[in-house]
């Protein structure tokens, strides 16, 4: 009895040091990218194919455009099936839309990595969430700008895209937030192709700017949130860009991003205002963030990530992790919100119950590794 009660009890602790290892083999290979660093296009693009090629059962990529320079647009699908086989809804997250702002894809791979990590611990309110949400992932938009803000110092600061110039000016690029078929050309743009918000001879006119209307556009219907990740200022913003022009829920957008805003606020005290742009900022038409309002999709928010004026687009390294900790911490907050709203009588569990679930689960495990030694031992 003794033997055989011992030898259980060896295989149950074998079992969940396995179980353990297996886990944390996982968060190592997660681990091994540096997160906490800026990386150019082409670490990214191979970090991109890791994700999906490690996690195939949560995670496809798809390219949805090309750039002017022909280089693909990207995006990670983050889902689960839907256990009732139901059509699922989805949400829009891109980054570097705006190539100088380097925090902006640093947070989406931190997004990214923090998706991965709580799926493969098992937690129950993201499990959820995925059957019901696709995710996606843009973490490199303006993929040309980006590049070309790798160059040397000289481009570092570079936030346009890269297409030619129009016939009689001799400058590159067009502001892709400011090509977007929302009140495009009115408020808060240039004409001249020299300037910073240059706004193209069009809406869309830019292969970027269409990517994006193209796929987000053909499924409106699915889309619930679109989140476009910027720096500097930390702001939180809600449409509309346009100073005469008010979304039909803002109200409802105002709660929603302060909620956000005071849960960020508590992780490291640092404040985020919330508003629309002429509020808070600058009038401006052209957004995508806009754009995604008057398409229809009923929460849609730019944040402006750290700092406050000190570094601007030149936020250190050092700064990476806390700011996309607590980044993350707001997005989190208003998709939760966006999910229960959705999702009334299914609502996500509390990140304590989640913890609950674990906490019991280990309780079970030693209870019972206890009560077969008490056995052996008679």
Known sequence: MMASSGLLVFL???HANL?????????ERLWNYNYSRYHPMDEISSWMDSVEEQNPKLVTSLVY???FEKRDIKLL???LPDPGGLEKKAVWVDCGIHAREWIAPAFCQWFVKEILQSYNESDVRLTKFLQKIDLYVTPVLNVDGYMFSWTNQSTRLWRKSRSLPPQGCGCHGVDLNRNFNANWGTVGVSTDCCSNTYCGVSPA?????KAVTDFVGTRVDQFLCYLTIHSSGQLILLPYGHPQITAPNYDELVSVGKAAASEMKKLYGMEYRVG????ILYANSGSSRDWARLLGIPFSYTFELRDKGEFGHLL???QIKPACEEAYVGVTSILSYVYDKNFPNDKLPTAAATACVHVTGLVVMTTLATLLVTVGSV
């Open 276 to 279: 629309t742009s002429p509020q």
């Open 77 to 79: 699908k983050f889902g």
């Open 12 to 14: 149950l602790v074998l």
């Open 205 to 209: 006119s830019e292969p970027e700017a």
């Open 65 to 67: 455009g090309q750039t």
């Open 19 to 27: 179980k353990f290892s297996l886990s944390l083999g996982v968060s």
């Open 316 to 318: 250190p390294e050092d």
